[in-house]
């Protein structure tokens, strides 16, 4: 994940952007979060992530 953050966070274009967030999102949750599992991530939070309008209103 790091280093795809790295490559991503040059780019000026919306969709990296997007992913630069939702990686980062997804790092965050793994690493403070739910730390016990590693520094592997669940598919399940990756279809959470999708959709960032909607990460929003997660509480």
């Known amino acids: 994940m790091k280093e ?3 490559q ?7 969709e990296d952007i997007n992913d630069v967030v939702r990686l980062l999102c ?3 949750c793994v690493t403070l979060l739910f ?3 590693g520094t592997t991530v ?3 939070f990756v279809y ?7 990460v929003k209103q997660y509480n």
Not at 8 to 14: H, I, P, R
Request: charged letters at 25%.
């Open 4 to 6: 795809k953050i790295k």
């Open 8 to 14: 991503l966070k040059t780019s000026n274009e919306l």
């Open 26 to 28: 997804l790092f965050l």
């Open 35 to 37: 730390s016990t599992s």
């Open 42 to 44: 669940n598919w399940s």
């Open 48 to 54: 959470y992530m999708e959709d960032l309008a909607k």
